[in-house]
């Protein structure tokens, strides 16, 4: 699935990693980018006939502003954005224990090649906003948000916490992903490592993201007005044929993260109306939805085999 403007902080982390742009940089958005030789327009001046001014990588977030990104991945090219990507684990399986997971695609000179029969300036813009060639699963954007809010730290989905065997020890770790590296086809390719962002890099990413949900021009302020928890946040849409699919993805609280979600809402329009679900999950996730709700805390012993 395309997932649009939520890819955008991949662009930001490649374009500040790779020295095209710095956090000072500006870049000034006219509301048509005309650098790729077609005109490609920033949905600011589709909606409103101007652009967004001059943008840093931070105010770009903000006001998810197409024009800034379109340049920084102008001058990163194709190949430099999908290598970001796959860091992230992006266009690999996550490995999580579930058989039927798809891969899905990062940008690449062969996969453009492969869909436009070349490699044009549009190839590079279009990859670096999430649109073309970017094709992932809502389980890689959620993995690629938490690495975004802890800083780079790898994260490798699970839904086993641990395997207890029937003579009641655990079995370690390596042993459980072993086999279901084995029986789902794993390969090391799915480890994603750590990645190495400067400090002052990720700061201004987070910021922007902040903003997002709290900032006077954020993409998701209204959704997010008078919410008890900070969150971090990007809207995205994408084109689906003649429809347009919504996305946003967050994390919460902002200075200590402990939750990344993402929602895809297919056919939903602009991303900020699925904020609201990303915020209704947050807010459940630290029980502000409820009040005087007792967990039944009982449990008892079921044994599986292992095999």
Same mark, same amino acid.
């Given at each position: ?6 890819? #955008? ?14 956090? #000072? ?15 490609? #327009? ?30 920084? &991945? ?6 430099? $954005? &999908? ?15 579930? @058989?039927?997971? %798809?891969?899905?695609?990062? @940008? ?9 029969? =070349?490699?044009? @300036? %549009? ?6 906003? +999430? ?5 992932? /699963? ?20 699970? $839904?086993? =916490? ?20 084995? #029986?789902?086809?794993? /390969? ?6 750590? *990645? ?26 209204? *959704?997010?007005? &008078?919410?008890?928890?900070?969150? &971090? ?19 919460? @609280? ?13 056919? +939903? ?31 008892? =012993?079921? *044994?599986?085999?292992?095999?």
């Amino acid at each position: 699935m395309r997932l649009g403007s939520i890819f #955008k902080m991949v662009t930001a982390v490649a374009g500040l990693k790779e020295k095209v742009v710095t956090t #000072k940089t500006t870049i000034y958005d006219s509301g048509v980018y005309t650098k790729a030789g077609i005109p490609q #327009k920033c949905w600011y001046y589709t909606d409103y006939h101007t652009g967004h001014g001059r943008m840093n990588v931070t105010t770009a977030i903000e006001n998810s502003c197409n024009y800034y990104f379109y340049e920084v &991945g102008y001058h990163l090219k194709i190949d430099k $954005i &999908g290598q970001y990507a796959r860091a992230f684990g992006l266009g690999y399986k996550t490995g999580i224990e579930l @058989p039927y997971e %798809a891969a899905g695609t990062a @940008p690449s000179t062969e996969i453009a090649k492969e869909s436009d029969g =070349k490699v044009s @300036p %549009a190839s590079h813009t279009s990859a670096a906003i +999430g649109q073309s060639y970017n094709d992932y /699963t809502p389980l890689q954007m959620a993995k690629y948000i938490a690495m975004i809010a802890n800083s780079g730290k790898a994260v490798n989905p699970t $839904i086993v =916490k641990n395997v207890i065997a029937s003579n009641g020890v655990q079995v370690p770790r390596e042993q459980v992903d072993a086999y279901v590296n084995q #029986k789902l086809g794993l /390969t090391d390719e799915n480890t994603t490592k750590d *990645i190495d962002i400067d400090k002052n890099y990720i700061k201004a990413i987070h910021k922007g993201m902040k903003s997002v949900t709290s900032g006077d021009r954020g993409t998701a302020r209204s *959704i997010f007005e &008078g919410f008890e928890i900070d969150v &971090g946040g990007k809207t995205g849409s994408t084109e689906a044929g003649s429809w347009t699919n919504a996305w946003f993805a967050g994390f919460a @609280p902002y200075d200590n993260p402990e939750i990344a979600v993402v929602v895809l809402v297919e056919n +939903g329009g602009h991303g900020n109306y699925t904020a609201e679900v990303v915020r209704d999950i947050i807010g459940e996730y630290f029980g502000m939805n409820t009040e005087k709700v007792k967990e039944n805390m009982s449990a008892y =012993k079921e *044994i599986e085999t292992y095999r």
